[in-house]
C-alpha cells in the first residue's frame, strides 16, 4: 500500500478522485461516464488497480457490483496536493504562491477578498 499522505496522482488518477469524492462511491462504469476524453474501460480499471494499490480508494463488493469508495479525505487530499505544488514550483513559498493565485487574473469578490484578510488575520493571531 502506498503512503496516502502524499498525494502524487497523474492528470486521469486526479480525474478518476474527483468523480469518485463526487459522488462519494462509484462503479467503474460511473466513474467512467464523469471523465473528459473517457480511456477504455480496462485502461479506467488499471488507473482504479493503481489507486487502490498508493491506498487512496477500497473496493467493496455490493451486490455484484464492485463499487469504489475513497480512503483519504478529500481535504487531505488537496491539502497533500497543495503542499506538492506549493514545494515543486514555489520553492515552498506560500507567500509566492499566494501571490501568484491573486496576479492569475481571476477576479475575487468583495466577499472573497473580505474570507481571506480574515484568513491571514487568523494566520497571525495563530502565529504561523
Do not use: C, N
Not at 24 to 38: F, N, Q, W
Not at 59 to 65: C, I, K, N
Not at 98 to 103: H, K, M
Amino acid at each position: 500500500m502506498g503512503d496516502p499522505t502524499q498525494l502524487h496522482l497523474s492528470r486521469r488518477e486526479r480525474q478518476i478522485m474527483d468523480a469518485i469524492y463526487r459522488l462519494g462511491r462509484a462503479t467503474e462504469a460511473e466513474v467512467l461516464e464523469r471523465l473528459p476524453s473517457p480511456p477504455s474501460p480496462s485502461a479506467v480499471r488499471a488507473m482504479l488497480r493503481i489507486l487502490e494499490e498508493k491506498g487512496y480508494i477500497r473496493q467493496t463488493d455490493d451486490g455484484g457490483r464492485t463499487v469504489y469508495t475513497p480512503i483519504v479525505a478529500r481535504e487531505k487530499a488537496r491539502r497533500s496536493a497543495l503542499q506538492h505544488l506549493v514545494k515543486t514550483f514555489f520553492d515552498g513559498s506560500t507567500e509566492h504562491a499566494v501571490a501568484a493565485l491573486l496576479r492569475s487574473g481571476e477576479r475575487l469578490s468583495e466577499e472573497e477578498l473580505d474570507r481571506l484578510a480574515q484568513l491571514i488575520e487568523q494566520a497571525k493571531q495563530a502565529g504561523r
